[in-house]
């Protein structure tokens, strides 16, 4: 676990864009280290003596049974049991009724004691491959590398035998049905194949790195050290064969490698994409929806508005004043004759048309046609207009302010310039 930490951390500063992927000839080399290591093997073998299985028939070493061991040995009393059985042997031993041969030993093996079919069930095992007895077994021999990409790949044919996208030199071509995983290869070769890639691999990186931050002098010093690190992978090459092979097995695995990783990514930025999108969509839809909520609720407001009863005192309306009053006097006088055609049923569809050019021409007509004298009591009469509308709608004639716009209009004003 340390050394693959170690080489996951190596690669993820070298390429951080990039998945870690231990290479077959790492795991082969940790898997060596391991076995190499005699600690290991002495700690397992003590593992033996832990749960006693190993120990001493005379009782001497039950001192090294511990944990889960030491509970199960003292819950089922086993000196006690190891006791009884090495009588039992010391006794047919003593009688000349056991002697060293397997039936004699084979006699005393008791089956073993039923615990129930819960504990007794023996279940086969269903999800392994039935070993195959025609396959050879050179394959998993130590003088074979196992770097096939599976084992099951095609070789790769020789145009495709290259580092860096150079050629490889005569020689490297394989037949088409060998597998990479057959090619010999002693471990300096092997360590020398790995070095030449591994080099190749963090130039290419610190290349692309250099690229992307805009270092061109970086670059091209990078640039040069691969050229010269290709030279000396094709002078390797030219020596061995084996290595050849081993760095193009390398370079495709690569390849392919990063080109999955590439895949990955871009499907992950594109669900990505879309993702956004669809909140957006989401987000600007619903700032509709709001916007929408708002105007109807402004717009239900000035129809309640409309609706509900309001209040004019006749200095609202302009009393006082020989002019008709201020801007806000005429807009108030207009506010009361839009709540009177609404008090009213609708007006037929050619006064419908005329309401708004009626409105302010009517009240300037009015206005003018009165005395001087008494054109400061335009808010009165307008007052009492108002309030004989809705006298005659109250008795039940809601034509009134129709015909009080038709005859307002033939006495008042002038037929407009146009009418469409």
Not at 131 to 142: R, V
Not at 168 to 186: I, K, N, Q, R
């Amino acid at each position: 676990m340390e050394l693959e930490s170690a080489e996951m951390l190596d690669q993820q500063r070298l390429r951080p864009s990039a998945v870690p992927v231990p290479r077959k000839e790492d795991c082969i080399q940790w898997m060596a280290h391991v076995w190499a290591n005699r600690a290991l093997h002495t700690a397992v073998a003590d593992g033996f003596w832990k749960t006693g299985q190993a120990n001493a028939l005379d009782g001497s070493q039950d001192h090294r049974i511990c944990r889960e061991s030491r509970l199960f040995w003292d819950e089922s009393q086993m000196w006690r049991r190891r006791a009884e059985v090495t009588h039992d042997v010391n006794v047919e031993f003593d009688s000349g009724r056991l002697a060293w041969s397997y039936n004699d030993v084979d006699r005393l093996v008791v089956a073993f004691p039923k615990h129930g079919p819960r504990y007794d069930a023996v279940y086969s095992d269903e999800g392994s491959d039935e070993p195959d007895e025609d396959a050879s077994d050179f394959g998993l021999s130590e003088d074979h590398d196992d770097d096939d990409n599976g084992g099951g790949e095609p070789a790769v044919a020789a145009s495709e035998c290259s580092i860096g996208g150079e050629p490889a030199v005569a020689g490297c071509e394989l037949p088409l049905a060998v597998p990479l995983a057959f090619v010999s290869m002693d471990s300096a070769e092997a360590d020398l194949a790995h070095d030449h890639q591994h080099s190749l691999d963090v130039l290419r990186v610190v290349l692309d790195q250099a690229r992307a931050v805009g270092q061109d002098a970086l670059a091209a010093t990078v640039s040069h050290a691969i050229v010269v690190q290709a030279r000396r992978c094709q002078g390797t090459k030219r020596t061995s064969d084996a290595v050849a092979r081993a760095m193009a097995g390398n370079h495709i695995s690569a390849v392919a490698d990063v080109a999955a990783a590439q895949t990955i990514v871009a499907k992950a930025d594109a669900e990505a994409k879309r993702t956004r999108r669809t909140l957006r969509q989401m987000q600007e839809e619903q700032d509709r929806l709001q916007a929408a909520r708002v105007a109807l609720q402004k717009a239900a407001t000035v129809v309640e508005c409309l609706d509900a009863v309001k209040k004019f005192e006749t200095s609202d309306l302009g009393q006082g004043h020989l002019t008709g009053g201020t801007a806000e006097h005429k807009r108030n006088r207009m506010q009361v004759r839009e709540r009177l055609r609404r008090r009213f049923p609708p007006l037929p569809a050619e006064q419908q048309n005329d309401w708004e050019w009626f409105k302010p021409r009517w009240d300037q007509a009015r206005l003018c046609r009165l005395h001087a004298l008494n054109r400061n009591a335009w808010g009165a009469q307008f007052k009492n207009e108002i309030l004989d509308l809705l006298r005659r709608l109250k008795e039940g004639d809601p034509a009134a302010l129709s015909r009080w716009i038709a005859k307002q209009s033939s006495d008042y004003l002038c037929m407009p310039a146009l009418r469409v």
